[in-house]
């Protein structure tokens, strides 16, 4: 008898194994997934699917929601150039992310104004324009949503907003150097 209850007691610990590993992959299976729908939903909100730009873009912590602060990269960073953003900075770029579709109290409003307070993960400033390029690219070429010259206009005037004493030198030497990167970078040169 004492044999019966063992085999029992091991019966019912292999059988308890194997439910625990079930679930586990059930759970690695609904996870694939989602990643696979928030790929998906990505690829349509940037229009295009190319597997390894949205796999960087997931990687760089962007999500279906906050994925259209994408070309908004680069000017964030032209306000972040002197250290800090300006209050007039900081109603553009608002006014900018509105015209775009950041809806107020959204994800990516989240997002936005976490960077409005701290500049952008480095790593997300430093792979944006490439990522930007290949989205710009993916547009329909007779009639884009954005072109590198808007972005680059965006930039511009977010450099001009903090700038200068009496209008003298709205842009400073370290914005139009980054504004010169930037706009090489976009338009691919």
Excluded at 31 to 37: K, P, V
Excluded at 137 to 151: G, K, M, R, V, W
Aim: some cysteine; hydrophobic content about 45%.
């Amino acid at each position: 008898m004492p044999d019966d209850a063992l085999s029992r007691r091991g019966h019912a610990l292999e059988e308890e194994y194997f439910r625990r590993k079930d679930r586990e992959l059930i759970e690695k299976l609904r996870q694939a997934a989602a990643a696979d729908r928030a790929r998906n939903d990505m690829a349509a909100r940037i229009g295009s699917d190319d597997p390894e730009m949205l796999q960087e873009l997931q990687a760089l912590g962007f999500t279906p929601d906050t994925v259209i602060l994408l070309p908004l990269v680069p000017v964030i960073q032209t306000a972040w150039a002197d250290g800090s953003v300006a209050p007039a900075e900081t109603a553009l770029i608002v006014k900018l992310a509105r015209s775009r579709g950041v809806m107020e109290g959204s994800a990516a409003d989240g997002v936005l104004s976490e960077w409005l307070t701290r500049p952008p993960d480095p790593q997300v400033v430093a792979s944006a324009t490439r990522l930007i390029r290949g989205m710009l690219a993916a547009q329909p070429s007779d009639h884009p949503d954005l072109t590198a010259d808007d972005l680059v206009r965006y930039c511009e005037s977010i450099a001009e907003a903090s700038g200068g004493i009496f209008g003298i030198h709205r842009i400073s030497a370290e914005e139009r150097a980054l504004l010169t990167t930037i706009a090489a970078a976009l338009k691919g040169r």
